[in-house]
């Protein structure tokens, strides 16, 4: 079974109205601006890298799993301002993933999670390409294990 994958980070127009809003408006959507003070740290989910330190990042919450499931999810990311969308290679692995502590949940054609994992960043190629021997895993979710933080989606190639 073909257990090549490409990873696939959030597209950046789902921001693009976000990015000219004042601190007024950005605080009704509940999302606001914040200055990144460590590197790692800021994970942009737009490029799949870190926020430079001093760099401004939006904080807002996304519908990561948008879905009709039980399983459909919303939670806090960052974005950086001027983020260039991710565009990867089949099995590349972006560095933010590398080294963290990461939850990786695996889904099925009905978007319900059928596994879950916690690992070590530098063990995420093993840990995909173990979840795509299961034909019933359709796409997994990568997540920050200690926040909990959604980072990114991983589909078949």
């Known amino acids: 079974m073909n257990t090549d994958f ?29 200055i990144a003070d460590t590197k790692p740290g800021y994970p942009c989910r737009v490029s799949l890298k870190e926020a430079e330190v001093g760099e401004r990042v939006l904080l807002v919450p996304f519908k990561y799993h948008d879905v009709l499931s039980p399983y459909q999810a919303l939670g806090p990311i960052f974005v950086r301002e001027k983020a260039a969308m991710a ?7 972006p560095e933010i993933l590398t080294e963290r502590l990461l939850s990786v949940r695996a889904y099925n054609k009905d978007n319900c999670m059928i596994h879950g994992e ?7 190629e093993r840990c995909v390409r173990q ?3 299961n034909g019933e895993v359709i796409y997994l979710q990568v997540h920050n294990a200690n926040p909990g933080c959604f980072n990114c989606s991983v589909y078949r190639a």
Do not use: C, D, P
Not at 11 to 32: D, Q, R, T, V
Not at 87 to 93: K, R, S
């Open 87 to 93: 565009e990867l290679e089949v099995n590349e692995i």
């Open 118 to 124: 916690t690992i070590k960043g530098a063990e995420l």
């Open 131 to 133: 979840q795509f021997l």
């Open 6 to 34: 490409i990873i696939k980070a959030i597209e950046k127009n789902f921001f693009a109205g976000h990015m000219e809003l004042s601190e007024e408006k950005l605080k009704e959507l509940n999302a606001k601006w914040v």
